[in-house]
């Protein structure tokens, strides 16, 4: 089974801000099916990025997704108050999900 | 529009059964999968298993397979999770989405259902 690895655990950033956020695999995956999420208190997950680095409908241009092989990153640009949220990635591979265990965002 | 609709709350006895449901609309039932994925509180996502609508095509995660039951009900575009004996550690938030066909993300997702079990 796929183990993925998000770091770091909590990040603290200021409102302009650049957030990065890093995805590790156990092995090498296909990017095809690498998905981030954003879960905000309260609410249900919501996809922010499909295949890596493809934007979901209606996610604004400052979320950004990269990486390949074994590790995978998450880049939110201009940070705002509402991106406070615990942020996931999530892989498909031999007819299983894996979620990290998140990365939560907070703003000063 | 596409919608996901989850049933409501739960507060059940351990030892109960219990089966909570995944209403959708908008779009064609059998041509996507349903995944659910458990939240307990102050934790993260842990996918359960998904199914395959068309033909009930199951797969279960190695944590979740033999503790509960996915099963879908085509012509009420209805997919279900179920409990045969809850148990205190079954308390959490439930979530059903729909998976896409191609790349397997989750793109649409209900509200989530909470389930309680406690004496």
């Known amino acids: 089974e796929i183990v993925l690895t998000q770091s770091p655990g909590t990040l603290s950033l200021s409102p302009g801000e650049r957030a990065t956020l890093s995805c590790r695999a156990s092995?090498?995956?296909?990017?095809?099916?690498l998905a981030w999420y954003q879960r905000k208190s309260g609410q249900a997950p919501r996809l922010l990025i499909y295949?890596?680095?493809s934007r979901a409908t209606g996610i604004p241009d400052r979320f950004s997704g990269s990486g390949s092989g074994t590790d995978f990153t998450l880049t939110i640009t201009r940070l705002e108050p509402a991106d406070i949220a615990v942020y996931y990635c999530?892989?498909?591979?031999?007819?299983?999900?894996?979620f990290g265990q998140g990365t939560k965002l907070e703003i000063k | 529009e596409v919608q996901v609709v989850q049933s409501g709350a739960e507060v059940k006895k351990p030892g109960e059964s219990l089966k909570i449901s995944c209403t959708t609309s908008?779009?064609?039932?059998?041509?996507?999968?349903i995944a659910w994925v458990r939240q307990v509180s102050g934790k993260g996502l842990e996918w359960m298993g998904i199914?395959?609508?068309?033909?009930?095509?199951?797969r279960y995660s190695p944590s979740f397979q033999g503790q509960v039951t996915i099963s879908a009900d085509k012509s009420i575009n209805t997919a279900y999770l179920q409990w045969s004996s809850l148990k205190a550690s079954d308390t959490a938030t439930y979530y059903c989405?729909?998976?896409?066909?191609?790349?397997?993300?989750?793109?649409?997702w209900g509200k989530g259902t909470t389930v309680t079990v406690s004496s």
């Open positions: 999530q892989q498909y591979g031999s007819s299983l999900y894996t």
């Open positions: 295949a890596a680095s």
């Open positions: 989405a729909r998976a896409d066909f191609y790349y397997y993300y989750l793109d649409v």
């Open positions: 092995q090498s995956i296909s990017s095809s099916y």
């Open positions: 199914i395959w609508p068309y033909d009930s095509d199951t």
């Open positions: 908008g779009y064609t039932f059998t041509n996507y999968w």
